[in-house]
């Protein structure tokens, strides 16, 4: 039996998830494994965990960006900022559900991916999502207009359900197995994993599954 795929849960509004899907097919192709790609909803994420976004605080937004750059330049990869962040990617994340459904999903992804965070353009408009498909090969135009179907509307909002049931926080998240690897900086984790290294063996992950008590808690200062 073929190993199962690796699964990519990710939303373009990321540039993290952008610098992983230039380097997971690789990785993956190594190992003798396959890429799963799931668009989900990073907004839902959020909400669901109580988190705020980088660009919801600023000193963090600040260092990711600079974090960003230097990770895009050591991979060789082309980082621009994008027109608008945050901006809202649902139409990009519902027209690329549908044409997973058809398995033209690949080349689509990346050409959306470099809309955004190469080319600095807006994928919330339809028509740039429509060009940015066409430009692919695809139907632009039936794609745009089959992502307004209330069936990919669900479907968009089952996948980023089964996400958060599953334990997804954040984009992007690979699951390899039962194991989940948060953004692109896991991914030497990642491959440990897949190369059969995994240091974190049964034993010593049930030591750190048993409850722990408390001594302390946080309070919150303000000012």
Known sequence: MPPTPIRFYFDYISPNAYLAWTQLPRLAEKYGRTVEPVPILYAALLDANGQLGPGEMPAKGRWMAKNNLRK???VGV???PPAFLPFNPLLALRVTTVALG???GTALIS???EAVWVHGMHLSESGV???VASDAGLDGARLVAEADDPEIKAELRRRT???????VFG???VVAG????WGYDDFPQLEMVLAGKDPVTPAVWQKWTAPVPASASRRRFRS
């Open 161 to 167: 359900d089964e996400a958060i049931a599953l334990g």
């Open 72 to 74: 895009a330049a050591l």
């Open 111 to 113: 050409a959306l991916f």
């Open 171 to 173: 984009v992007p998240t």
């Open 78 to 80: 082309t980082l621009n």
């Open 178 to 181: 039962d194991d989940l690897f």
């Open 129 to 131: 999502v429509e060009r």
């Open 102 to 104: 058809m398995h033209e």
